[in-house]
T-cell receptor, first 119, second 112 residues
Framework: ETGVTQTPRHLVMGMTNKKSLKCEQH?????MYWYKQSAKKPLELMFV???????ENNSVPSRFSPECPNSSHLFLHLHTLQPEDSALYLC??????????????????FGPGTRLTVL | KQEVTQIPAALSVPEGENLVLNCSFT??????LQWFRQDPGKGLTSLLL?????REQTSGRLNASLDKSSGRSTLYIAASQPGDSATYLC???????????FGEGTQLTVNP
């Protein structure tokens, strides 16, 4: 595997289910991100992890719970979601200066996304 | 708060045309600007990244320019092909943290 991978690619869940999205990066990066892409809206940053520490939580509801066990893996645990949470969830990684601070060249590489449908 | 706007929202052109996609941002204090391509239902593919000290970047038929002082970037696509049909996203890296702010994208259709 190369780049950034995400599983599953598609997920349908009921509002009472608990599921998890997985992201893995094979680029040796030290920062990982979750984004949400809803129809007709720009990508929204949800969470940022740098050096396995969460450095940003962009006012995301608690029904979304991220986990970063190491620099290569990022999870998004989902529980009691709402239909409006249906979206494409994208993971990205980058090499940054640590602590979530931007460096002069911290290009983000994206995975293929998980298409989530909440019934 | 940084806002990124892309014009036009949608564009349809015949094959072979040269075209320009526009991106503007409200806060010129950015580190870099990046152009992405997104095919329907898929993730993002990076096309070009322009560092704040640069004015343009080129890759094949693509050329991206950056004017930080005016808060604008353009993506020029030469000799467009049907395979170029996709949504093109512009995003700016802000100076504080690793935040990347996206525009809503331009949906391009190149007709054979």
């Amino acid at each position: 595997e190369t780049g950034v991978t995400q599983t599953p690619r598609h997920l349908v869940m009921g509002m009472t289910n608990k599921k998890s999205l997985k992201c893995e990066q094979h680029l040796g990066h030290n920062a990982m991100y979750w984004y949400k892409q809803s129809a007709k809206k720009p990508l929204e940053l949800m969470f940022v992890y740098s050096l396995e520490e969460r450095v940003e939580n962009n006012s995301v509801p608690s029904r979304f719970s991220p986990e970063c066990p190491n620099s290569s893996h990022l999870f998004l645990h989902l529980h009691t979601l709402q239909p409006e949470d249906s979206a494409l969830y994208l993971c990205a990684s980058s090499q940054d200066g640590g602590g979530g601070m931007a460096s002069s060249y911290n290009e983000q590489f994206f995975g293929p996304g998980t298409r989530l449908t909440v019934l | 708060k940084q806002e990124v706007t892309q014009i036009p929202a949608a564009l349809s052109v015949p094959e072979g045309e040269n075209l320009v996609l526009n991106c503007s941002f409200t806060d010129s204090a950015i580190y870099n600007l990046q152009w992405f391509r997104q095919d329907p239902g898929k993730g993002l593919t990076s096309l070009l990244l322009i560092q704040s000290s640069q004015r343009e970047q080129t890759s094949g038929r693509l050329n991206a320019s950056l004017d930080k002082s005016s808060g604008r970037s353009t993506l020029y696509i030469a000799a467009s092909q049907p395979g170029d049909s996709a949504t093109y996203l512009c995003a700016v890296y802000e100076t504080s943290g690793s935040r990347l702010t996206f525009g809503e994208g331009t949906q391009l259709t190149v007709n054979p």
